[in-house]
């Protein structure tokens, strides 16, 4: 969809005011179902640049000048930022046009927001950045803006069937982004498809890098994913050597939910203190338990993580690519839970670039299921190199 955009404007076939027409209406007749918006209020950017006149939201938790920026939580309703998120200012000084502030749950953490997933409302379309993700899946905008602190971007990508990918942790600023736990919140970014994530990378002035061989590993053993996406993971990724990840790696997990724990609960904890359950029950009950955590079963648990990040720098070395499914299955029936970051929470504790991209679905599972790919850190053009290309032999084999 965003190359498509591209063409049109580049080419002259569409104005900036055409497409700007064509994905208000298409938020018109669909948002009343989808509720991925929380504003709808386009602001224009620059009007020149690589990105000028390319629509795109940002989830609730950006900060926008005059826009709503209530961080998906009753207790800041009728908020309004005062100033741009870096990132947001970035968008608008490359020539994108803001449509508004996308759905999140609350503090961006596991409590629900209103978003349907579109491709079957009766599913959640995973979390924190649920608004982004449905936008994007809807056709309501070509790209949107996320984060993730354990598995926000990958996981509504898989569950939406769309690309999310969370760079290189520190590629993109978070200044002006409503923080839960600093070591491991990273903005993300979310796509119709991974050509069009390489497309808008470059157009955010990264350079663009080859990836000549596709020389990719997968996990020997895949512990917590259900039947179908073992199945449909195996079948995506036949061919490519199947390795034993160091034993460091397992431990990454445990160790990630404990930083966010810790930190998360030190971040909220001045809102928890004056608001009490209005800042969401799941997020009330992680503040009253992450500030028992003592400082030092904190600072082993970043250790834990230096150690994981050394052995798969090693791991990366030999193959550049791994592959692993994106999240333990297809989404979860209803709202009431948005998911288990499980599968993303170690790349973002070790920082390096991942992307999920869609499966082809239909034999296995009716729902999404996303294919979860990542490199080493820094290798963010090549990881979407090799994403884009893995794509088209998914699409390939779909239709050999």
């Not at 791991?315 to 948005?338: D, I």
Request: proline share 8%.
């Amino acid at each position: 969809m965003l190359g498509q955009i591209i063409e049109w404007l580049e080419s002259g076939e569409k104005s900036a005011a055409d497409v700007r027409k064509l994905f208000l209406e298409r938020i018109t007749r669909g948002d009343a179902k989808l509720h991925a918006w929380v504003e709808v209020a386009p602001r224009d950017g620059c009007g020149r640049g690589p990105l000028a006149g390319v629509p795109f939201g940002a989830k609730d938790i950006f900060e926008t000048r005059g826009m709503a920026t209530e961080f998906g939580s009753p207790v800041f309703a009728g908020r309004k930022g005062a100033y741009d998120a870096a990132l947001v200012a970035d968008l608008l000084s490359r020539g994108a046009v803001l449509m508004g502030k996308t759905a999140t749950t609350a503090f961006a953490y596991f409590d629900p927001a209103p978003t349907r997933n579109p491709r079957d409302d009766r599913y959640t379309p995973g979390g924190s950045s649920s608004g982004s993700a449905a936008a994007v899946a809807a056709g309501m905008v070509p790209f949107a803006l996320g984060t993730q602190t354990q598995g926000s971007v990958l996981r509504p990508a898989s569950f939406c069937a769309v690309t999310g990918f969370k760079p290189t942790f520190g590629t993109l600023p978070t200044s002006g982004v409503l923080p839960f736990a600093p070591s491991l919140d990273t903005p993300g970014l979310f796509t119709e498809s991974a050509a069009d994530m390489r497309l808008l990378w470059e157009r955010m002035g990264h350079p663009r890098r080859e990836f000549p061989e596709l020389k990719c590993a997968v996990p020997e053993t895949l512990d917590d994913v259900d039947g179908e996406m073992e199945q449909a993971f195996r079948a995506a990724t036949r061919g490519f050597p199947a390795i034993a990840f160091p034993a460091e790696f397992p431990r990454v997990l445990p160790a990630v939910r404990l930083v966010n724990n810790y930190e998360g609960a030190r971040t909220h904890e001045a809102a928890w203190r004056e608001y009490g359950g209005r800042v969401g029950q799941k997020l009330a009950a992680l503040i009253e338990e992450g500030l028992k955590i003592p400082a030092d079963e904190y600072m082993r648990a970043l250790a834990v993580i230096e150690e994981g990040r050394r052995a798969m720098d090693v791991v990366f070395r030999e193959y550049p690519v791994l592959l692993t499914p994106s999240a333990p299955g297809a989404p979860p029936e209803g709202l009431a839970s948005t998911g288990d970051p499980r599968m993303n929470a170690p790349w973002t504790g070790l920082g390096c670039p991942a992307i999920s991209i869609p499966m082809v679905r239909g034999e296995v599972s009716r729902m999404p299921l996303g294919l979860q790919i990542t490199a080493a850190s820094g290798r963010d053009g090549e990881l979407l190199d090799a994403a884009a290309k893995l794509a088209d032999r998914l699409a390939e084999a779909h239709t050999a």
